[in-house]
C-alpha cells in the first residue's frame, strides 16, 4: 500500500540512478491500493460502479504478467 512512497523517494534521491531506480519499482511493483475498500466498508460508503471490475481486472492482468514470467524463467532451466 505504499507505493505512493517511492514517488516522494524519487523526487529525494539526488542521483539520477536511484531515481530511475526508483521510478523502476514504483512501476514493476502491484499497487495494492487499488484493491484496498477497507476504509469504504467500514464506514458503509458506497463504492463508484467500476471500481470492483477494475480492481479485478487489474490483479487478474497482474497475476497473469506474473505466471508467464515466472513460466518463461523456469522454463530455462534445466532440471535434472
Known amino acids: 500500500h505504499l507505493s505512493w512512497s517511492l514517488l516522494l523517494l524519487r523526487e529525494k534521491i539526488p542521483t ?8 523502476l519499482f514504483y512501476w ?3 499497487n495494492l491500493e487499488l484493491l484496498n475498500i477497507k476504509a469504504e466498508v467500514v464506514h458503509q460508503l458506497s463504492l463508484s460502479p467500476g471500481r470492483i471490475p477494475l480492481a479485478i481486472l ?3 492482468s ?3 504478467v506474473v505466471l508467464v514470467a515466472a513460466c518463461y524463467a523456469f522454463e ?3 532440471f535434472i
Do not use: F, M, Q, W
Open 58 to 60: 487489474y490483479g487478474v
Open 16 to 23: 539520477e540512478a536511484g531515481r530511475v531506480l526508483s521510478s
Open 62 to 64: 497482474y497475476t497473469i
Open 28 to 30: 514493476l511493483l502491484p
Open 76 to 78: 530455462r532451466k534445466d
